[in-house]
């Protein structure tokens, strides 16, 4: 099935638009099953399962950390981590910045908005991005590669592409702003139930777990 779903997708997707596998709560043998496909990039979202899976299984996996990341697990996601798309607090970017300069590493980003209409959703506010993004130089160990989001948990179409517009305003006015951040150019937006519309709206990279692995037993 892995294989299947994976291959559908991949037809579907533009060429321009990167798959990120979401393999969260998956075991590893999942993964090999859509490696073995050829993709090379996934998603994790713990902390402590990313880093198991990161020392198991091969090297030229392109991992991106996507879930909620606390400043005393930096240790287990940062080592393996191409890109942490999850990015919510000012504490964390402080912490992550620090972990670079102790680890003379610099990490790549992106910030989390929060578009949806949740109030537990995670994420910064459009003036917080622009604020911090207009003092990138003081995370010298940081690169800000763009923005990550998620919509609104609901079936409603018109919602759902309303978030997604929001982000890509957003977005394209922090290029606009802040034309020396030459890294700034990744939208991460859509997830298996809206990665279709996510397309309209400019996105270069797409989180798909659910459509790929199957349900998930962690809820
Ligand atoms: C779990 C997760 C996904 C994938 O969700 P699916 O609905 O299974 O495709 C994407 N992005 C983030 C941030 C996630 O936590």
């Known amino acids: ?88 607090t000012v504490h964390l970017l402080d912490a992550v910045n620090a972990w670079g300069e102790k680890n003379s590493r610099t990490i790549k980003v992106l910030l989390e908005v929060h578009i949806g209409a949740e109030e537990t959703k995670q994420g910064f506010s459009p003036s917080e991005v622009k604020e911090i993004l207009g003092r990138a130089g003081d995370y010298p160990c940081v ?13 409603d179409e018109a919602s759902i592409r309303a978030d997604f517009s929001r982000i890509k305003t957003l977005f394209d006015e922090c290029r606009d702003a802040f034309p020396g951040l030459v890294e700034f150019g990744q939208l991460s937006i859509g997830m298996s139930d809206d990665w279709r ?7 270069t990279e797409v989180r798909i777990g659910t459509a790929i692995f199957g349900l998930r037993n962690n809820i």
Not at 148 to 154: I, L, N, R
Not at 197 to 203: F, K, M, N, R, V
Request: with cysteine; aromatic share 10%; net charge negative.
């Open 1 to 88: 099935m892995i294989a299947l779903n994976l291959n559908a997708i991949l037809k579907e997707l533009p060429s321009g638009v990167k798959l990120v596998a979401v393999s969260k709560f998956h075991p590893s043998e999942a993964i090999l099953e859509a490696y073995d496909e050829g993709q090379r990039c996934f998603g994790e979202s713990r902390p402590q399962e990313f880093a198991v899976k990161a020392v198991q299984l091969p090297r030229d996996i392109e991992w991106h950390f996507i879930g909620h990341l606390q400043t005393n697990k930096l240790k287990l996601v940062l080592p393996y981590a191409s890109l942490v798309e999850s990015i919510d």
């Open 197 to 203: 519309y996510a397309l309209d709206y400019g996105c």
């Open 143 to 155: 690169r800000f590669c763009g923005l990550m989001g998620m919509a609104s948990h609901t079936d």
